[in-house]
């Protein structure tokens, strides 16, 4: 493949890094993939001819990640795939596509058309806390996006970047999913996302506390995460409730969440909300299968009795024959 550069100079020995590559690409790629950008970089600027297994053997990569890492630049459109090779794209070019995108806002406008000075606050401690004020101006517009889009407040806005950058996840993949949850939780105001917090912090309690009652000595699945997640917030069982339904598995050699769910299913569907009111159908249940017992029992003894009667009668009838 082929490798070119725009606007290149010959005059130039050096190989330039644009400052938007390490604000807006370095940290959401891999250090592989990194790799092979440098290289195929430096190797730009004078037109070489590489073919891709002769860049796996100088880079020390397997051949497969090079073709991986060729992909991810491509998609991420910093580098364009032609017949003979591939154009290395300017950083800065790109940056400047996004940022005067039509109907997007540019920094100087979310700052002059933010509804109040907080907003133009929390954007700058983003940049100061998170970004060492070098934050790049594609963000200001992505932010501006989603005050508009998630209708967050400012401090919660500023808890979404820490959250992520706590996560080492500060890249805007990660930040628009958690958005999107703590959206889909009615989330807002700060006052929202601390009534949030202590709900999770309940149900990661709760969690733990099922996996020590069964015994698990596995983290929980995604799916019997999500069963836990529908006992606790949906149906709002309290872990007691729980316990009583995990109890009625300790007969069962292979219990299974699928037969907790359809234990709690059923309380709920008979709209079963308290700890007396499941112990009381409980006990309602068994003395229920006591009477049928004893009735079946009775019954099976009159029939018998009968039989015998019957067999009496049957011979004393054949003797006076």
């Known amino acids: 493949m082929k490798l070119e550069q725009n606007d290149l100079s010959m005059i130039f020995s050096t190989t330039e890094i644009s400052d938007i590559f390490f604000t807006e690409y370095l940290s959401q790629a891999s250090g592989d993939y990194i790799k092979v950008y440098l290289y195929i970089l430096f190797l730009s600027k004078y037109g070489k001819d590489v073919k891709l297994n002769d860049l796996a053997k100088k880079l020390s990569l397997p051949l497969k990640t090079i073709q991986d890492a060729l992909k991810y630049w491509e998609e991420e459109e910093v580098i364009i795939k032609k017949n003979t090779g591939y154009i290395v794209n300017n950083l800065q070019e790109i940056e400047?596509?996004?940022?005067?995108?039509?109907?997007?806002?540019?920094?100087?406008?979310?700052e002059k058309n933010s509804k109040n000075q907080y907003r133009a606050k929390a954007i700058d401690a983003i940049n100061t806390s998170f970004f060492q004020g070098v934050m790049s101006p594609s963000w200001y517009n992505d932010i501006d996006l989603w005050f508009k889009k998630y209708g967050f407040d400012e401090q919660v806005m500023l808890a979404l970047f820490r959250y992520c950058f706590e996560r080492s996840a500060l890249h805007r993949n990660y930040i628009q999913t958690v958005a999107d949850a703590w959206h889909k939780n009615n989330i807002k105001t700060f006052s929202d996302l601390d009534l949030y917090y202590q709900k999770q912090e309940k149900l990661n309690i709760i969690k733990k506390s099922i996996s020590k009652k069964l015994g698990l000595t596995r983290g929980l699945t995604q799916y019997e995460e999500a069963y836990i997640e529908k006992w606790v917030v949906d149906f709002g069982f309290t872990l007691e409730i729980i316990e009583l339904a995990l109890k009625r598995t300790t007969s069962k050699s292979n219990f299974s969440f699928d037969y907790i769910d359809k234990i709690l299913c059923d309380w709920q569907d008979r709209n079963l909300k308290t700890v007396a009111?499941?112990?009381?159908?409980?006990?309602?249940?068994?003395?229920?299968?006591?009477?049928i017992k004893n009735l079946e029992k009775k019954s099976y003894n009159n029939y018998e009795q009968r039989k015998y009667d019957n067999f009496d009668s049957l011979y004393a009838n054949v003797q006076k024959a």
């Open 96 to 110: 400047l596509h996004k940022l005067y995108k039509p109907k997007l806002s540019t920094t100087a406008d979310i």
């Open 277 to 291: 009111d499941i112990q009381k159908f409980l006990l309602d249940m068994k003395n229920k299968k006591t009477d």
